[in-house]
């Protein structure tokens, strides 16, 4: 079955840190791939998404994706964080042509300023 | 325009209640889906409903029943509590099954079965 993986379960930075998630999905054939970010109380937003094209994908906030083929990999990125992105963050995966999707087990992120 | 919408925001129900969650989208949206999410889990899905008249199982479909009422409303009813399915439960909308585009969340409801 297929699935997504998110390796760090919890990340406490500085503000102004730099930041990796990582995200890897277990699929061979063509996916979309999504980063969502819940703040605290809130629902899910959608920070950025990839469905084809160029690799490496600019989302909301400062936030970029890239999208590693080879590495089944999706690993979402910001140079600074800040107070404010203190949030869980999901990764997800649909099947080409498909939208229903695969979330990994979310990665909860603290920035202390 | 409010996006999708859930009702209630929180319930507590005793073992062996029942209760429905509502959920609706003014987006006229084709597909919708029901999420739980539980701690270290992250989101699965109960049930989806490709278009209005149509529903289908998720990951965890067992315990729960759906019903698309019509374009806009998708309701998850829980027939027999039982303490595992104590979640906070999303729904969300997408304007068709075409792969290409994202999901929009509800803000969820908050479910406690003791």
């Known amino acids: 079955a297929q699935s997504v993986s998110q390796h760090n379960h919890h990340v406490i930075l500085s503000e102004a840190a730099s930041l990796e998630l990582g995200c890897n999905y277990s699929?061979?054939?063509?996916?979309?791939l999504f980063w969502y970010v819940q703040y605290p109380g809130q629902h899910l937003q959608l920070l950025l998404k990839y469905f084809s094209g160029d690799p490496l994908v600019k989302g909301i906030k400062g936030f970029e994706a890239e999208f590693i083929k080879s590495k089944f990999s999706f690993n979402l990125r910001k140079p600074s964080v800040q107070w404010s992105d203190t949030a869980e963050y999901f990764c997800a995966v649909s099947l080409y042509n498909t939208d229903k999707l695969i979330f990994g087990t979310g990665t909860r992120l603290q920035v202390f300023p | 325009n409010a996006g999708v919408t859930q009702t209630p925001k929180f319930q507590v129900l005793k073992t062996g209640q029942s209760m429905t969650l509502q959920c609706a989208q003014d987006m006229n949206h084709n597909s919708m889906y029901w999420y739980r999410q539980d701690p270290g889990m992250g989101l699965r899905l109960i049930y989806y409903?490709?278009?209005?008249?149509?529903?289908d199982k998720g990951e965890v479909p067992n315990g729960y029943n759906v019903s698309r009422l019509n374009k806009r409303e998708f309701s998850l009813r829980l027939e027999s509590a039982a303490p595992s399915q104590t979640s906070v439960y999303f729904c969300a909308s997408i304007p068709e099954t075409s792969g290409t585009y994202e999901q929009y969340f509800g803000p969820g409801t908050r479910l406690t079965v003791t």
């Open positions: 409903s490709a278009s209005e008249g149509t529903t």
């Open positions: 699929y061979g054939g063509t996916v979309n």
